[in-house]
């Protein structure tokens, strides 16, 4: 049963991924094949409160399905944290009088979104966004393939320095506490070692690993860190570690920092943004609301915000095999 609603309003908040302006593509495209008016909202909760707030149409958003970033702009807000901020976003969904939110973002967008339509009773619709696919329900955030390529990308060609100079790379990746960017580009591009932030397994293993590295004749070796990992030491120190333990390597480090977050995005996360946008809205008009859209096993699921906020996506462990089987 389809609820009467009027006006959808759209935005994207906490840090961009690429996909984000597929989804806000799609949103606004389906919103207009249901008859339905959207807007869009500039520059994420702040932009709600400052009433940065635009009716958009299926020609609005032409050409963007293929931009990385957000054309609406992100911003971090503090004044949505607090009631009088949420009063005054209220107070402009009231003015514009729109029905229904969706928000792109992350977890801490989802906290915001949920603490608002349960103060307001405005239905809200969460779409993960951020690179690093650490949001529960969903197997693919958007971005998150795009980064794992643009990784891959890098690390090939510091493969090709460190493999003309015999060198070991340290090349640290973002993922503060979820190693998947990690695990999936380590294996992508070969790399002899992959530290995350969910497993330890010390720093003998480490040393260990390298010098059978060393021994069975490898002219370069990549060791993949994640942000987050847990040998107590920053990429710079397992640097210095590695070179005190194994003198005969040369060290190199490289930090990817933000141009992993930024680029056209993939053509699978520009799919999995189309639908997950047409299944937010979709959604919403069945009545459902305070849930996120996520994909498993290639299927539209819809997984209450609460969950998707307190929930752990696991990494799949079985990878750490693999890469222990296929480095020797
Ligand atoms: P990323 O994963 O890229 O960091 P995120 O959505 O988790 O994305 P945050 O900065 O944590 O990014 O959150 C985005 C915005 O959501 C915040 O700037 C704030 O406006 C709002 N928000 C986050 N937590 C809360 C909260 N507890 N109450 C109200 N609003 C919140």
């Known amino acids: 049963?389809?609820?009467?609603?009027?006006?959808?309003?759209?935005?994207?908040?906490?840090?961009?991924?690429?996909?984000?302006?597929?989804?806000?593509?799609?949103?606004?495209?389906?919103?207009?094949?249901?008859?339905?008016?959207?807007?869009?909202?500039?520059?994420?909760?702040?932009?709600?409160?400052?009433?940065?707030?635009?009716?958009?149409?299926?020609?609005?958003?032409?050409?963007?399905?293929?931009?990385?970033?957000?054309?609406?702009?992100?911003?971090?807000?503090?004044?949505?944290?607090?009631?009088?901020?949420?009063?005054?976003?209220?107070?402009?969904?009231?003015?514009?009088?729109?029905?229904?939110?969706?928000?792109?973002?992350?977890?801490?967008?989802?906290?915001g979104a949920l603490i608002f339509q349960n103060e307001f009773n405005i239905p809200v619709i969460g779409i993960p966004g951020t690179i690093d696919n650490d949001i529960y329900g969903t197997q693919h955030t958007l971005g998150y393939d795009t980064a794992l390529n643009t990784v891959v990308e890098v690390i090939d060609k510091i493969r090709d320095t460190a493999s003309s100079h015999n060198r070991l790379f340290f090349v640290e990746v973002m993922g503060r506490d979820a190693g998947h960017i990690a695990l999936n580009t380590g294996i992508g591009a070969g790399a002899e070692e992959i530290l995350i932030p969910e497993e330890n397994r010390g720093l003998d293993q480490l040393l260990e690993s390298l010098k059978h590295s060393e021994k069975s004749g490898k002219s370069s070796s990549i060791v993949v860190v994640a942000e987050g990992d847990k040998t107590g030491k920053n990429v710079f120190e397992l640097a210095t570690y590695v070179e005190q333990n194994l003198p005969y390597y040369e060290v190199?480090?490289?930090?990817?920092?933000?141009?992993?977050?930024?680029?056209?995005?993939?053509?699978?996360?520009?799919?999995?943004?189309?639908?997950?946008?047409?299944?937010?809205?979709?959604?919403?008009?069945?009545?459902?609301?305070?849930?996120?859209?996520?994909?498993?096993?290639?299927?539209?699921?819809?997984?209450?915000?609460?969950?998707?906020?307190?929930?752990?996506?696991?990494?799949?462990?079985?990878?750490?095999?693999?890469?222990?089987?296929?480095?020797?």
């Open 1 to 111: 049963m389809n609820i009467e609603m009027k006006r959808i309003a759209v935005l994207t908040s906490g840090g961009d991924a690429p996909g984000m302006n597929a989804a806000v593509r799609a949103v606004v495209r389906t919103s207009v094949f249901y008859g339905l008016q959207c807007y869009v909202v500039y520059q994420g909760y702040q932009g709600l409160i400052d009433g940065k707030i635009k009716q958009a149409n299926a020609r609005s958003v032409n050409n963007i399905i293929n931009k990385g970033g957000t054309i609406l702009k992100s911003a971090r807000s503090l004044e949505f944290r607090t009631p009088k901020g949420r009063q005054k976003a209220f107070d402009n969904i009231k003015k514009f009088e729109i029905d229904a939110l969706v928000v792109i973002g992350g977890d801490g967008s989802f906290t």
């Open 252 to 328: 190199r480090v490289s930090v990817l920092g933000h141009m992993q977050r930024g680029g056209s995005p993939s053509c699978f996360d520009r799919v999995l943004a189309s639908r997950m946008g047409v299944h937010a809205i979709e959604s919403l008009r069945e009545g459902k609301s305070k849930v996120m859209v996520g994909v498993m096993n290639d299927k539209m699921e819809l997984t209450p915000l609460e969950e998707a906020i307190k929930g752990k996506s696991e990494i799949n462990k079985d990878l750490l095999r693999v890469t222990d089987i296929l480095s020797i």
